[in-house]
Structures are given as C-alpha cells and as structure tokens.
C-alpha cells in the first residue's frame, strides 16, 4: 500500500472563481414546489389571477422492510396517443407544448382533455411527472398553466385521482388587471379515471356539473360572472366517480383508506400511516 501523501498543487488561476460562480448557479436554480392555496388577499400579487388548490391524491411511501419485491413487471404496449376531436395534430402539439412552456418545465407533454366555452377554453397537459390546468388564449398569455409535479402517472390508488385543481377570478374584479376585462372566473379540477369509471362529477360552492369525460381523463369546470372573487377560505370543490350503473366508485372527500401496490412493491396510499403491505390491493395501470 502507497502511504505517502501527494505533493499539494495549486488549482490554475482563475478555477477558484469558477467554482465559486458553478456553486452559486447551482444554489440559486430555480426549484418548483406545490403551489399553496391562495386567498382572495394574497391573488392580488398573482398576475393571471390564478390561485392552485393542492390537489387530492395519494401519497407514494417506499416499499417496506419486509415486502418482496417482484423480480419481473408486467410491460405494456405504449398508449395510444390522446386524441381531441375537432382538434388538428399541430394545433394539439401546441397547446401541449405551450402549457408546459408556461409552467416552466421541459418534457414530452400531451394533451388529454380540452373543453372550450365561448372564449374560456382549459386544456389538462401531463409531462412526465406532471399534471396542468392550462388555460389557452387568454387575454394576457396564450398559454396559461399551474404546475402539479411528483406524480406517479403510471397508476392510479384506486378509481381515480384528482390531479389538479385551479381556480381564477373575474376580469372585472376589483384586483383585476385591465387586459382581462369581461372574462369570467372559474374553478377547474382534472385528473385521470379507470376505465370502470363512466361519470365524474365536480361539486363547488353549492354547484354541481358533469366533468367532460375523455383519454382516461376527467376535466370539471365552474363558470363564474366576471365580477367574480375567489372568496376567503372557500371551501375545496368535491369529485365523485360514478360507474356505469350510478355506483358511487370514490369521493375526494371521503379519501380512499385502502393502500395499493404498484408491480415494484411502492405503496400507494390516501393517508400517512405506513401500511401493511400484505393488506394492500394491486394498483390500477392508467392506460
């Protein structure tokens, strides 16, 4: 064994000062978090006038201790791209690539779902670990987008997850910027469905409306007048999943208290505890 010590070297000029600046870039990039519920307060400071609700949808814990893990996974055959009628593959392309562009992150998205009222149009985008609300041509920005990052977007824990929520104030309220004038507010919720589930429905503010139903995917919305204010501690919107008989299959009220494994042994699971990985049923694959 070599025990002697190497002969100490300067670094070249100038690499002190190169590492300092790599340091400091790497420090202050820009890291993105869930966003926190706005009140109608703190939406002044918000320039689209956008407030996200932390959606509902279970937590992701690590395979326990003693869960065996299986040696093969199922595969798949790669899902068929989403499709929007009536609406053209290059204009689909940029919408999807617009959202993201606007949220601020890189990736392949898709598009899923786009409802469209008058001049109101939101469309629901997925990334690769991420689900957006986005609204589309609006007065300030073509391309308006939350961001709801983490997401296992392989399985669902269940019938269906809520995967976003956002809700957006009138253009004639008092906070409101000029170049919004006469649009109205909303609140939009979306996510992904099983195919067991034929109805979703989004419950808000004592309003209850049918999601449009498309891709695997859910999208819900509440117009409001543009004089509209996303009020103080506004109660969160309500979805339920029907199956085709009118079964209740879940609520976003009344989180799911079952556990689900994917096919690598991660539970996934509406609450904290840690569960007994024995108890759990198989994780549902979205398409």
């Given at each position: 064994?070599?025990?002697?010590?190497?002969?100490?070297?300067?670094?070249?000029?100038?690499?002190?000062?190169?590492?300092?600046?790599?340091?400091?870039?790497?420090?202050?990039?820009?890291r993105?978090?869930?966003?926190?519920?706005?009140?109608?307060?703190?939406?002044?400071?918000?320039?689209?006038?956008?407030?996200?609700?932390v959606?509902?949808?279970?937590?992701?814990?690590?395979?326990?201790?003693?869960?065996?893990?299986?040696?093969?996974?199922?595969?798949?055959?790669?899902?068929?791209e989403?499709?929007?009628?009536?609406?053209?593959?290059?204009?689909?392309?940029?919408?999807?690539?617009?959202?993201l562009?606007?949220?601020?992150?890189?990736?392949?998205?898709?598009?899923?779902?786009?409802?469209?009222?008058?001049d109101?149009?939101?469309?629901?985008?997925?990334?690769?670990?991420?689900?957006?609300?986005?609204?589309?041509?609006g007065?300030?920005?073509?391309?308006?987008?939350?961001l709801?990052?983490?997401?296992?977007?392989?399985?669902?824990a269940?019938?269906?997850?809520?995967d976003?929520?956002s809700?957006?104030?009138?253009g004639?309220?008092s906070?409101a910027?000029?170049?919004?004038?006469?649009?109205?507010?909303?609140?939009?919720?979306?996510?992904?469905?099983?195919?067991?589930?034929?109805?979703?429905?989004?419950?808000v503010?004592?309003?209850?409306?049918?999601?449009?139903?498309?891709?695997?995917?859910?999208?819900?919305?509440?117009?409001?007048?543009?004089?509209?204010?996303?009020?103080?501690?506004?109660?969160?919107?309500?979805?339920?999943?029907?199956?085709?008989?009118?079964?209740?299959?879940?609520?976003?009220?009344?989180?799911d208290?079952?556990?689900?494994?994917?096919?690598?042994g991660?539970?996934?699971?509406h609450?904290q505890?840690?569960?007994?990985?024995a108890?759990?049923?198989?994780?549902?694959?979205?398409?």
């Amino acid at each position: 064994m070599n025990t002697t010590i190497p002969t100490p070297r300067d670094l070249p000029p100038g690499r002190h000062t190169e590492i300092r600046a790599e340091l400091l870039r790497a420090t202050t990039r820009k890291r993105f978090r869930f966003a926190p519920a706005l009140t109608a307060a703190t939406a002044l400071a918000v320039i689209a006038l956008i407030a996200y609700f932390v959606p509902w949808r279970p937590q992701a814990a690590p395979p326990a201790e003693h869960t065996t893990i299986p040696t093969t996974i199922p595969t798949t055959t790669r899902p068929a791209e989403p499709v929007i009628p009536g609406l053209p593959p290059e204009q689909h392309r940029a919408i999807a690539q617009g959202c993201l562009d606007s949220a601020g992150v890189t990736g392949s998205p898709r598009l899923y779902n786009y409802v469209t009222t008058d001049d109101t149009k939101h469309g629901l985008v997925f990334g690769g670990d991420s689900a957006h609300i986005c609204t589309v041509d609006g007065p300030m920005y073509d391309f308006n987008a939350d961001l709801h990052s983490g997401l296992d977007l392989k399985f669902i824990a269940g019938s269906f997850a809520l995967d976003s929520t956002s809700g957006s104030a009138g253009g004639d309220a008092s906070y409101a910027n000029p170049a919004r004038k006469g649009k109205r507010g909303s609140i939009v919720t979306a996510g992904r469905i099983t195919a067991e589930v034929a109805r979703v429905t989004m419950t808000v503010d004592g309003t209850t409306v049918d999601a449009v139903l498309a891709n695997d995917t859910f999208l819900a919305r509440v117009l409001y007048p543009s004089t509209w204010t996303i009020p103080e501690n506004m109660p969160a919107a309500v979805v339920r999943a029907y199956d085709a008989g009118g079964t209740l299959l879940g609520s976003s009220d009344t989180p799911d208290t079952r556990c689900y494994t994917t096919p690598d042994g991660a539970i996934m699971t509406h609450h904290q505890n840690q569960p007994d990985p024995a108890t759990c049923l198989p994780a549902k694959l979205w398409r």
